[in-house]
């Protein structure tokens, strides 16, 4: 372990919310909030993200004619108390029959176990879209459907897919999210069917195969896709997800400002429920199957 990490705080006077999902897409360690602060941590410097953070800023200036004050700090601290005290601030949460924890926390016996340590990837259960996304994995997975898990992060969703009797398969674009889930994966002594680098858009078009690290053929339907993602993202990607969703589509990291928004892109399908949490939504959809398969 480094001798010190960098700290890299984020403050603006509008678009906190946009501002955020913008990080997490980017940013998989966790991203703690401190009243009107967005603080990341990690082993290496933040330049390059605050750079990309202000051309986003730019386009948001742009888009909605306003002028946005962005105030941010880097520093570069002693690991020493900060990972003590970051364990000791890192409790389990409850999410329906799911009970989430680091490593180093005891289980609940009553609850469905899922360890997930916060520092390898951002998805812990204590932000309200992975919470949302449980919420509804609980309702619609049955052992033996198959599972997607689009944007996987820590892994979390499709862990908890898996805890419930679903055979997972799961997908990033960032290397050490894979690399977390993979990890989590094992924390957890659950097996991905499939876990590779690179975006949904890499699925072949034929039948299940192929090794963990996403070589050969894979499903061309799962019988539920999750994606917890940015709105952006998610109405992007709406018709491969489309193609790809045998029965449930559940969609999540979507701020209620732009539910409209992903409500019109997804209008051929059917909703099922809303879970909202603050400004966080997730959405269940379930296809119509009487128009057939793609």
């Known amino acids: 372990m ?21 990080l997490m897409d980017r940013f998989y360690n966790g ?37 946005i004050e962005l105030e941010t700090s880097h520093k570069k601290l002693e690991n020493r108390d900060w990972i003590e ?22 289980p609940k016996p009553e609850k469905i176990d899922l ?3 916060p520092d390898l990837a951002f998805g812990t259960g204590h932000h309200e879209t992975t919470r949302g996304a449980l919420k509804l994995l609980e309702k619609v ?18 862990i908890a897919g898996a805890k419930l009797g679903a055979v997972v398969s799961g997908c990033d674009t960032d290397p050490l999210a894979v690399e ?54 998610l109405i992007d990607l709406a018709p491969k997800l489309k193609q790809i969703t045998g029965k449930y589509l559940i969609l999540s990291g979507i701020i209620d400002k732009y539910l409209p928004k992903v409500l019109n892109t997804y209008r051929d399908l059917k909703l099922i429920e809303q879970v909202k949490e603050k400004e966080w939504i997730a959405l269940l959809f379930k296809k119509n199957l009487s128009k057939g398969s793609e």
């Open 2 to 22: 480094e001798n010190y990490y960098h700290q890299f705080s984020v403050k603006v006077d509008r678009f906190k919310e946009e501002v955020e999902s913008f």
């Open 31 to 67: 991203i703690e909030e401190r009243e009107e602060w967005l603080i990341l941590r990690g082993d290496s410097p933040f330049y390059q993200l605050e750079k990309e953070l202000k051309k986003y800023l730019h386009n948001l200036e742009q888009l909605f004619g306003v002028k």
């Open 85 to 106: 005290n970051y364990k000791n601030s890192i409790t389990g949460v409850e999410v329906g029959k799911f009970y989430i924890r680091p490593s180093w926390r005891p």
């Open 115 to 117: 360890q997930i340590d």
């Open 141 to 158: 997975i049955r052992p033996g459907d198959t599972l997607l898990d689009v944007g996987t992060g820590s892994g979390i969703l499709g």
């Open 180 to 233: 977390s889930a993979r990890r989590n994966g094992r924390l957890n002594k659950i097996e991905w069917e499939q876990l590779w680098l690179g975006s949904v858009e890499k699925i072949e078009e034929s039948r299940r195969g192929g090794s963990e690290k996403g070589e050969g053929k894979r499903a061309q339907k799962y019988t539920i896709v999750v994606a917890n993602i940015v709105a952006e993202v």
